[in-house]
């Protein structure tokens, strides 16, 4: 075998932190005999980093813990100029530092790293009968900024339908929204939550309650199931922050595969044509016929 196979452990103590010590481990292949079973030591005062190697030359021998050996404390006589500087390329010395045991050389190192899973992971799941689901932790692309669960509740006569997704996202206008589309015979509710932080979108959303009162605009109104059509059958009075009259004509896959056609008009909240379509939980449109939104129309007294 040409290549070692190397052990890699990497422990970094952050003293300035209340004494948080982070630790990291990788297993990996290796083309460089050099940085095999090394014991490396960079000692800042308030950061302080111990690197253990171990390496091995045959099939999958690298499945072992590295024993990390006591390190050598002792004061040795030398000196170091000290300083620790976070988010800069630059550091204020504030002193020397004694070296210890094996640390010979002093050490001057500005650079910016990239760690490994240094991505967001968010919580991901999707389900088409429930207010909130579990999942597991998933990676997310490097330009995604959030975590997202967004909630779809749609009223169909007396039948309710919710659908819930927990994801990533790379569109912060999509967070923290609350959209409406109200077509009389159907009305769909859609609420959005978004955090910062891995694994954050683990909660149920809270939905607030909608201002139902009558703010004075009117839009054409009616449904149709399985038809890029539906026949206008009067007007509805649209209601707290629906200033706006949609008309949609689209047709969605669901999770398990399955698709369904419907064409809408009524009343909407803004964003509702250029988000609402984009965040429907558990669902993706695969065809759009119609997607049009403009300012409902006033009611002349």
């Known amino acids: 075998m040409a290549n070692h196979v190397m052990l890699f452990g990497f422990l970094f103590a952050f003293l300035a932190t209340g004494n948080q010590t982070l630790t990291s481990f990788t297993r990996s292949c290796n083309d460089d005999p050099y940085r095999c079973d090394k014991d490396l030591q960079m000692v800042g005062g308030i950061q302080n980093t111990f690197i253990t190697t171990t390496c091995c030359n045959t099939d999958n021998c690298n499945k072992h813990e590295i024993q990390v050996s006591e390190h050598n404390n002792t004061v040795n006589g030398r000196l170091c100029e000290v300083c620790y500087g976070l988010d800069s390329y630059n550091c204020n010395i504030n002193g020397y530092i004694e070296c210890r045991g094996d640390q010979t050389d002093c050490v001057d190192i500005a650079v910016t790293l990239e760690k490994i899973g240094s991505s967001l992971t968010c919580m991901q799941c999707s389900t088409v009968s429930e207010t ?9 692309n490097k330009n995604d900024t959030s975590c997202i669960d967004i909630l779809e509740i749609t009223k169909v006569g007396n039948q309710t339908l919710i659908g819930f997704t927990r994801s990533c996202n790379d569109d912060p206008y999509r967070c923290d929204k609350d959209f409406q589309m109200v077509g009389g015979i159907k009305n769909t509710f859609i609420t959005t939550t978004c955090c910062n932080t891995d694994n954050c979108n683990k909660h149920e959303i809270q939905v607030s309650e909608h201002n139902n009162t009558v703010n004075g605009r009117l839009c054409e109104v009616c449904y149709g199931m399985d ?20 008309d949609i004509a689209v047709t969605l896959e669901k999770i398990d595969s399955s698709t369904f056609t419907f064409s809408l008009k009524g009343c909407a909240t803004p964003d509702a044509c250029t988000l609402g379509p ?5 669902a993706k449109i695969t065809e759009e016929k119609r997607l049009l939104c403009y300012r409902a129309h006033r009611i002349v007294q």
């Open 132 to 140: 909130s689901c579990r999942g597991a932790p998933h990676v997310c």
């Open 278 to 282: 984009k965040i429907i939980p558990a």
């Open 227 to 246: 038809s890029y059509n539906c026949n206008i059958n009067g007007y509805i009075q649209c209601r707290g922050d629906q200033t706006e009259c949609v």
